[in-house]
C-alpha cells in the first residue's frame, strides 16, 4: 500500500489506519484496490469485507475528483505533474503535421497529432514509406503545416531513403514554396537492428535528442520487423509463454511510446506490416472449423492447428457449440470483429473477400495505439494486345495501382464508412503524395475490363 501517497497525496489515510499495514504487508497496492473485487482483496488480506469496499470506494471517488475537478496536482520527480486539463488547454497543446495535401490532412482531422500514437498500415508498395517521408519533411515547416521542428527516423529494416528525402526538397510544392526551407539535417536516423536495442534507444537516446535538438515527431518504421524477427524466426518455440512474453513486450513498448507522446507533446507514427486474413467461410451461415495458419499473426497462437472447443453443458439449440462459435458470422470470433479495427472487411460485400488483410501483432498491438490509417492498393487491368496489326485483345494486364487512405479508428476524426466509402484516393507522384481528383463512372470505367 506504499504508493498510495503517491498516487494520491491528499488521500486520509488516518481514517483506515486499522487496514493499512495488513495491506502493505500483502503488497496489495492501489491499482489492486480499483481494479479488484473487494472480496478477493480481504481473503487476501484478511480483512473485513465491508471495510475494504468502503476504502475501494474512497479510493475510487478520489481518483474521480482528480481526473475531473480542476486544481489538484501530483508531485513527481522534482516536478509537479497536473492530473487534470481543461477543455481549454487540450486546445491549447493540439497541434499536427500535414501530410502537405489538403484532402488528404481534412480526412485525418487537420493532419496527424501530436501527443498520440498513429499508425499507417498497408501491404509493400501502398505508400507507406511516402507518406513518412513527407512526415519528416512538413514537420519543419512553420505552422500550421508543420512545427518547425526535427524528427527522428528509428529504422528496423533498412536506412532513411535520403534520395526520395532530396527528391521531395526539390520538386514538391508546398516544400519549395516555403520559408525557411526543411533540410536532411533536421532529419536524425538510427537503424536499432533487434528488439534490445530498440528499447535501449527509446529509453535513453530518444529522451536525450528530444531535449538537445526540441524533437516534435518520431517515426518507427516498422514496428513488426524486430518483434517478427524475435519471435516469429525459425527454431523459436511457439508456446503460450512465448506469446505471452510477446503480448507483454508490446504493452511495455505502447506505454513507453505514450510516456513520450504525452510528456513532450510528440507526435508518434510507427509504420505496421499486413498479413493475409483467410475467411473461415465463404458465406455467412456455412459453420466451419477455424484453422489457423502461419500467414496471419493473430493465428499464431495455436501454432497451424485446428481449433476445436468443448461442447457446453448449459442447454441450448440442438446446433453444436464447436459450430456456433466457429462459425464466421459469429459475433463472439474474432474473424467477425476484425473488420472494426483493421480497416479491411467492414463493407458487408467484402467481409469474405480473398484480399482481406490484417495489420501484424494483433489485437494487442491494436489497443496500444490512438489512430490507425489503413493505405489500401487495389489493381487496375487493361486489356493486353496480342497483334499490333489484327488489333486483337489477349489477357488482361496490369495497368497500374489505385491506392487509398482510410481511416480504420481515430479519437479526433471520424472514421471512414464501410469499404472505400470515405477512403481518400492518393497517387505517388514524383513531387510527393497527391490526392485524386473525382473521376466519373466514365472515365474510371475506361481503365477496367
Same mark, same amino acid.
Given at each position: 500500500?506504499?504508493?498510495?501517497?503517491?498516487?494520491?497525496?491528499?488521500?486520509?489515510?488516518?481514517?483506515?489506519?486499522?487496514?493499512?499495514?495488513?495491506?502493505?504487508?500483502?503488497?496489495?497496492?492501489?491499482?489492486?484496490?480499483?481494479?479488484?473485487?473487494?472480496?478477493?482483496?480481504?481473503?487476501?488480506?484478511?480483512?473485513?469485507?465491508?471495510?475494504?469496499?468502503?476504502?475501494?470506494?474512497?479510493?475510487?471517488?478520489?481518483?474521480?475528483?482528480?481526473?475531473?475537478?480542476?486544481?489538484?496536482?501530483?508531485?513527481?520527480?522534482?516536478?509537479?505533474?497536473?492530473?487534470?486539463?481543461?477543455?481549454?488547454?487540450?486546445?491549447?497543446?493540439?497541434?499536427?503535421?500535414?501530410?502537405?495535401?489538403?484532402?488528404?490532412?481534412?480526412?485525418?482531422?487537420?493532419?496527424?497529432?501530436?501527443?498520440?500514437?498513429?499508425?499507417?498500415?498497408?501491404?509493400?508498395?501502398?505508400?507507406?514509406?511516402?507518406? &513518412? %517521408?513527407?512526415?519528416?519533411? *512538413?514537420?519543419?515547416?512553420? !505552422? $500550421? @503545416?508543420?512545427?518547425?521542428?526535427?524528427?527522428?527516423? =528509428?529504422?528496423?529494416?533498412?536506412?532513411?531513403?535520403?534520395?526520395?528525402?532530396?527528391? &521531395? %526538397?526539390?520538386?514538391?510544392? *508546398?516544400?519549395?514554396?516555403? !520559408? $525557411? @526551407?526543411?533540410?536532411?539535417?533536421?532529419?536524425?536516423? =538510427?537503424?536499432?537492428?533487434?528488439?534490445?536495442?530498440?528499447?535501449?534507444?527509446?529509453?535513453?537516446?530518444?529522451?536525450?535528442?528530444?531535449?538537445?535538438?526540441?524533437?516534435?515527431?518520431?517515426?518507427?518504421?516498422?514496428?513488426?520487423?524486430?518483434?517478427?524477427?524475435?519471435?516469429?524466426?525459425?527454431?523459436?518455440?511457439?508456446?503460450?509463454?512465448?506469446?505471452?512474453?510477446?503480448?507483454?513486450?508490446?504493452?511495455?513498448?505502447?506505454?513507453?511510446?505514450?510516456?513520450?507522446?504525452?510528456?513532450?507533446?510528440?507526435?508518434?507514427?510507427?509504420?505496421?506490416?499486413?498479413?493475409?486474413?483467410?475467411?473461415?467461410?465463404?458465406?455467412?451461415?456455412?459453420?466451419?472449423?477455424?484453422?489457423?495458419?502461419?500467414?496471419?499473426?493473430?493465428?499464431?497462437?495455436?501454432?497451424?492447428?485446428?481449433?476445436?472447443?468443448?461442447?457446453?453443458?448449459?442447454?441450448?439449440?440442438?446446433?453444436?457449440?464447436?459450430?456456433?462459435?466457429?462459425?464466421?458470422?459469429?459475433?463472439?470470433?474474432?474473424?467477425?470483429?476484425?473488420?472494426?479495427?483493421?480497416?479491411?472487411?467492414?463493407?458487408?460485400?467484402?467481409?469474405?473477400?480473398?484480399?482481406?488483410?490484417?495489420?501484424?501483432?494483433?489485437?494487442?498491438?491494436?489497443?496500444?495505439?490512438?489512430?490507425?490509417?489503413?493505405?489500401?492498393?487495389?489493381?487496375?487491368?487493361?486489356?493486353?494486345?496480342?497483334?499490333?496489326?489484327?488489333?486483337?485483345?489477349?489477357?488482361?494486364?496490369?495497368?497500374?495501382?489505385?491506392?487509398?487512405?482510410?481511416?480504420?479508428?481515430?479519437?479526433?476524426?471520424?472514421?471512414?464508412?464501410?469499404?472505400?466509402?470515405?477512403?481518400?484516393?492518393?497517387?505517388?507522384?514524383?513531387?510527393?503524395?497527391?490526392?485524386?481528383?473525382?473521376?466519373?463512372?466514365?472515365?474510371?470505367?475506361?481503365?477496367?475490363?
Amino acid at each position: 500500500m506504499t504508493d498510495l501517497i503517491v498516487v494520491l497525496p491528499g488521500f486520509p489515510t488516518q481514517d483506515y489506519l486499522r487496514l493499512l499495514p495488513s495491506l502493505e504487508r500483502h503488497q496489495i497496492t492501489t491499482a489492486d484496490l480499483v481494479t479488484l473485487e473487494a472480496v478477493d482483496i480481504a481473503k487476501r488480506a484478511q480483512l473485513p469485507i465491508l471495510d475494504i469496499k468502503r476504502l475501494c470506494d474512497r479510493v475510487l471517488e478520489a481518483l474521480q475528483d482528480g481526473l475531473y475537478s480542476h486544481g489538484p496536482t501530483r508531485q513527481g520527480a522534482g516536478n509537479s505533474i497536473s492530473l487534470t486539463k481543461s477543455g481549454q488547454d487540450v486546445l491549447n497543446a493540439w497541434n499536427t503535421i500535414s501530410t502537405l495535401d489538403d484532402k488528404l490532412d481534412s480526412a485525418l482531422g487537420g493532419g496527424i497529432p501530436t501527443g498520440y500514437i498513429t499508425e499507417v498500415t498497408g501491404e509493400s508498395g501502398a505508400g507507406k514509406t511516402q507518406f &513518412l %517521408l513527407t512526415l519528416l519533411l *512538413a514537420v519543419q515547416l512553420p !505552422e $500550421p @503545416r508543420g512545427l518547425s521542428s526535427h524528427a527522428i527516423y =528509428i529504422s528496423t529494416e533498412s536506412a532513411l531513403p535520403t534520395t526520395r528525402l532530396s527528391q &521531395l %526538397l526539390r520538386s514538391h510544392p *508546398a516544400i519549395l514554396s516555403s !520559408e $525557411p @526551407r526543411p533540410t536532411l539535417d533536421a532529419i536524425h536516423s =538510427i537503424v536499432t537492428p533487434d528488439l534490445e536495442s530498440q528499447d535501449h534507444i527509446l529509453r535513453f537516446q530518444v529522451p536525450v535528442a528530444i531535449r538537445q535538438y526540441g524533437i516534435r515527431l518520431i517515426i518507427l518504421d516498422s514496428v513488426a520487423a524486430n518483434y517478427r524477427a524475435e519471435f516469429e524466426r525459425p527454431g523459436a518455440q511457439k508456446s503460450g509463454a512465448n506469446m505471452a512474453q510477446r503480448s507483454a513486450d508490446l504493452v511495455r513498448l505502447g506505454n513507453l511510446l505514450r510516456d513520450i507522446a504525452r510528456e513532450h507533446n510528440i507526435a508518434i507514427v510507427v509504420a505496421n506490416q499486413v498479413a493475409d486474413r483467410f475467411s473461415v467461410g465463404g458465406g455467412t451461415s456455412s459453420p466451419m472449423v477455424l484453422r489457423n495458419t502461419q500467414s496471419s499473426p493473430l493465428a499464431h497462437r495455436s501454432g497451424g492447428r485446428e481449433v476445436h472447443f468443448p461442447s457446453s453443458s448449459i442447454p441450448g439449440p440442438p446446433s453444436s457449440m464447436t459450430a456456433a462459435v466457429s462459425s464466421s458470422n459469429s459475433h463472439m470470433s474474432l474473424d467477425h470483429q476484425q473488420r472494426w479495427f483493421t480497416g479491411w472487411g467492414d463493407s458487408p460485400e467484402h467481409m469474405y473477400s480473398k484480399d482481406l488483410k490484417t495489420p501484424s501483432l494483433g489485437l494487442v498491438w491494436t489497443t496500444q495505439i490512438a489512430c490507425r490509417i489503413a493505405l489500401i492498393k487495389k489493381p487496375v487491368y487493361g486489356r493486353g494486345i496480342l497483334s499490333e496489326e489484327d488489333g486483337e485483345h489477349g489477357e488482361a494486364v496490369l495497368k497500374r495501382w489505385r491506392r487509398w487512405m482510410k481511416i480504420a479508428f481515430a479519437p479526433h476524426t471520424p472514421s471512414a464508412g464501410p469499404g472505400l466509402e470515405g477512403a481518400v484516393e492518393f497517387e505517388i507522384l514524383g513531387k510527393g503524395l497527391l490526392s485524386v481528383k473525382e473521376k466519373s463512372k466514365e472515365e474510371d470505367g475506361d481503365d477496367l475490363i
